[in-house]
């Protein structure tokens, strides 16, 4: 009977140290991009981890806004939202609560990536993110048959007539108002200034309809055209042309002579998240040396620490190290923050381009 009784208060702490372990354990839950939370750095996580379960969600920044927006920061610890749209959110939604710098590791971020986004995704000079991933849109041209293409809008050169292709969405508006020596983004603050700004892009950008061949939608849309032969340059996000170099060296990432159009994707708390520390060591994992080259295989793109390109994967790091000079990396167009009314305005101008004749 001892033996019984024993066997059984065994059992029953170990019943009772699971069950409590259970309690302790924290769901973080990642309001993120599609590519990055892969799989495999989730569970290399977790295994270092095993009191955090990871749950992903996979969106975009409209996404983002309106899902946290509709329950007041609640749902969610850990979101990515796009650095300029950070800050007009939480000034209309009061939808994130600031970041405590000292607990991530920022000495492995690109000083000048941190202050950018500190800057554009602050509001009363309270920090509300830090960065995490970041490229740029700028061309692909095949450099043997258009090797004349310097700036956003050669694409519209008549000499290309019929293989030529471009993106129609705010990009391409941005990306030639500063070809025509604007810069849209401090015309932002001023909508009328800013309209007449893009009343000439339009003008420009349908003038190019009977140059261009297509408006292509998607990374795989713009692939077949390029690698078909069928398209010789267009506007492109870097990740695209870097994927299509490895494919064919002569497809080649072109940085715009008045300079890309830079992003950068961040790490901003919501207001009402539940797992603080469960986030910051999310954050400091995904920063680590070990680790950059698994979020890179993921997503093509570039994480902001200082190493980030070093770190890149195999042929990758060859590819966009060769794509950017220094000067190229000093004349990227980082994204400003998003005023009241900007896109409204974009959105109207990019329906008469389609519209035009």
């Not at 996580?45 to 379960?53: G, L």
């Not at 007041?72 to 710098?101: C, H, M, S, T, W």
């Not at 940085?255 to 790490?267: H, R, V």
Request: charged fraction near 25%.
């Amino acid at each position: 009977m001892k033996l019984l009784a024993s066997k059984l208060l065994a059992t029953a702490a170990v019943i009772i140290a699971a069950s409590a372990g259970a309690a302790n354990a924290e769901t973080l839950r990642l309001l993120t991009w599609g590519s990055y939370a892969p799989d495999e750095v989730i569970k290399l996580f977790e295994a270092e981890y095993p009191d955090i379960t990871v749950e992903a969600t996979f969106s975009n920044n409209e996404e983002m806004v309106a899902k946290l927006r509709a329950t007041g920061g609640a749902g969610f610890d850990l979101a990515q939202p796009g650095f300029n749209r950070v800050a007009a959110a939480q000034q209309e939604y009061n939808i994130y609560k600031p970041i405590d710098l000292s607990r991530i590791n920022t000495d492995a971020l690109r000083p000048d990536f941190l202050e950018q986004v500190k800057q554009v995704a602050a509001v009363d000079g309270v920090v509300y993110s830090v960065p995490h991933m970041w490229g740029t849109s700028g061309l692909v041209v095949d450099k043997t048959k258009a090797p004349e293409i310097k700036d956003w809008l050669d694409i519209c050169d008549p000499q290309y007539e019929g293989r030529t292709s471009m993106r129609l969405k705010r990009s391409i508006l941005v990306g030639s108002a500063f070809a025509l020596g604007y810069n849209p983004y401090e015309a932002y603050a001023d909508l009328d200034e800013y309209g007449k700004i893009l009343d000439e892009v339009a003008e420009k950008l349908i003038a190019c309809k009977s140059v261009i061949k297509t408006y292509w939608t998607g990374g795989d849309d713009l692939a077949n055209l390029m690698t078909s032969g069928e398209v010789v340059a267009s506007d492109t996000w870097d990740s695209t042309a870097f994927k299509l170099n490895q494919q064919n060296p002569d497809l080649v990432y072109l940085p715009p002579k008045s300079g890309t159009l830079g992003w950068i994707d961040t790490f901003t708390l919501p207001r009402k998240g539940e797992a603080d520390d469960a986030a910051y060591k999310w954050i400091n994992f995904v920063l680590r040396p070990d680790i950059i080259p698994l979020i890179s295989a993921s997503t093509g793109s570039i994480v902001a620490t200082t190493n980030g390109i070093d770190l890149l994967p195999g042929d990758m790091k060859t590819t966009v190290a060769g794509a950017f000079t220094e000067a190229d990396l000093a004349n990227i167009k980082f994204a400003a923050r998003i005023l009241p009314g900007v896109e409204d305005l974009e959105g109207k101008v990019l329906e008469r381009i389609k519209a035009a004749n």
